[in-house]
């Protein structure tokens, strides 16, 4: 299927809310109060159609359970409480903090997307997963990258654009421009109370962003230094352009160090394109590191995976290995897998085994790109300095260095947030309020759940010391 086409399946043929048929409708006629505002049943079909889809979707819910003793479906119950008994669910909140009753605002649809961010999201672990609400900088910054920025939903599911083109979005996320702006300037009283802290950064964020590539020397001749502070770039010539002649400069030293420790993530194929098949020194031995995506057991996750795993087919990253979506049965027989959740398992019905391998770029999406981009191989060391932060593709770049034997690295453990088929967005019908999730499950070669089980490096920093502070002392003895 060509998602480019009319064959395309629209969120509103396949994602039907369990709800009654009068909730349905009120939210499909978008009925507003005396005072301009959604009903509390447009917000409520809202939350009822978000939990839908997480429940339907996104696959990690018995492993936040399993791990952090987040109950989702508790949380949500609880919230559901919250918007529904609101204003009185926030009389205490608002006594604690010596706020009075009549100053609690009225539930509108930027009340309701705070209720969301702190009270349900909140409680999730960052970095773990893509699984949150967008606010309006990050809309903006997905909606509207800098040129030459990677924005993920651009140029692969027209889906995601779908969701980020629907005026009842757009119209929400202008809202709320103007509503930080007023609370910032006029009411700090509604930022604590929404928001429960006592200090909160809700002014407008625009996003410009940082330099991608800082280069330096640290010991002339033997040691030299590469940050990359993101992987947000999706026009990948100019930056080789820019890391060549570096790469060229440094061939004869000891030891190269790259530095992601504040990087997020991006496009995958920065690090695949320009640092790993840039400097991979034997090539005749690049290991494939196969992962597996699940789906969950449901209509929505069947129609997911299906457009997971075609998207698929069009990139260079995670290429699946059959021409169609597998059952999780027909998935086994040919897999052994035997480290997979059996808890989780129950819930997947389907699945496909993906070729990570470094050939895939030259092979599938970027045969010229692949051919233009200069191969500088480096003979020495390379260290990889990672962090909490990494998450996404900067926490799958840390993963293939390690197990495929491109890099040392040192640091902390990674976040995660690892995905083969890239987070999808849907638009909430009422509020337009977008909601990110990661639908895939993704495992090893074992069946580990790479979510549960992120990288840890080589060596973790020493104490009393930051990873380069600790590679630059470990050099020193020999190492």
């Not at 989702?72 to 909140?93: C, G, K, T, W």
């Not at 604690?96 to 009270?119: K, M, N, Y």
């Not at 790479?450 to 020999?478: C, S, W």
């Amino acid at each position: 299927m060509d998602i480019a086409t009319d064959e395309y399946i629209s969120t509103e043929e396949y994602s039907e809310s369990p709800l009654d048929d009068n909730i349905a409708e009120i939210a499909k006629t978008n009925i507003r109060n005396e005072l301009g505002q959604l009903t509390m049943d447009n917000l409520l079909y809202d939350f009822d159609y978000m939990m839908y889809l997480i429940e339907n979707a996104f696959p990690y819910i018995e492993m936040l359970k399993r791990k952090f003793d987040i109950d989702v479906m508790e949380l949500a119950q609880d919230v559901r409480l919250m918007i529904e008994n609101y204003p009185y669910s926030f009389h205490d909140r608002a006594d604690r903090l010596g706020i009075a009753h009549d100053d609690i605002p009225s539930l509108d649809e930027q009340v309701f997307w705070a209720i969301l961010a702190t009270e349900f999201f909140g409680y999730m672990p960052p970095g773990l997963t893509h699984f949150r609400i967008l606010s309006f900088d990050t809309f903006q910054w997905l909606m509207y990258p800098p040129a030459g920025a990677f924005s993920p939903f651009q140029p692969i599911l027209r889906r995601n654009a779908d969701a980020f083109n629907k005026e009842t979005a757009m119209q929400f996320y202008l809202n709320q421009f103007e509503f930080s702006i007023y609370l910032a300037e006029n009411d700090p009283n509604t930022i604590r109370l929404l928001f429960n802290y006592e200090e909160i950064l809700l002014e407008p964020v625009v996003r410009t962003p940082p330099p991608l590539i800082a280069t330096d020397i640290i010991e002339e001749g033997r040691v030299a230094y590469i940050n990359f502070s993101t992987f947000m770039a999706f026009d990948l010539m100019p930056i080789s352009l820019y890391l060549t002649p570096f790469y060229r400069s440094i061939q004869e030293y000891e030891h190269l160090i790259i530095d992601i420790r504040n990087n997020s993530g991006g496009n995958p194929d920065f690090y695949r394109m320009l640092i790993m098949d840039s400097l991979w020194s034997d090539r005749d031995h690049m290991p494939n590191l196969p992962l597996y995506a699940f789906f969950l057991d449901t209509e929505l996750g069947r129609v997911l995976g299906k457009e997971a795993r075609e998207t698929g087919t069009q990139q260079s990253i995670a290429v699946p290995e059959t021409d169609r979506l597998l059952s999780v049965e027909e998935l086994l027989a040919e897999s052994e897998l035997p480290n997979l959740n059996t808890n989780d398992l129950q819930n997947f019905a389907y699945g496909y085994r993906a070729n990570t391998s470094l050939e895939n770029i030259t092979n599938r999406r970027f045969p010229q790109l692949a051919m233009e981009i200069p191969r500088v191989p480096f003979e020495g060391q390379i260290w990889l300095l990672t962090s909490y932060r990494n998450t996404s593709s900067a926490a799958l770049f840390p993963r293939k260095a390690k197990y495929m034997g491109f890099a040392t690295l040192v640091g902390e453990q990674v976040a995660g947030a690892y995905t083969i088929a890239f987070p999808v967005y849907f638009s909430l019908p009422n509020t337009g309020i977008i909601l990110e999730l990661d639908v895939d499950y993704v495992v090893d070669e074992t069946g580990r759940a790479l979510q549960e089980f992120p990288t840890k490096p080589h060596y973790f920093n020493r104490e009393g010391l930051d990873a380069l502070e600790t590679v630059l002392q470990m050099i020193d003895e020999g190492r």
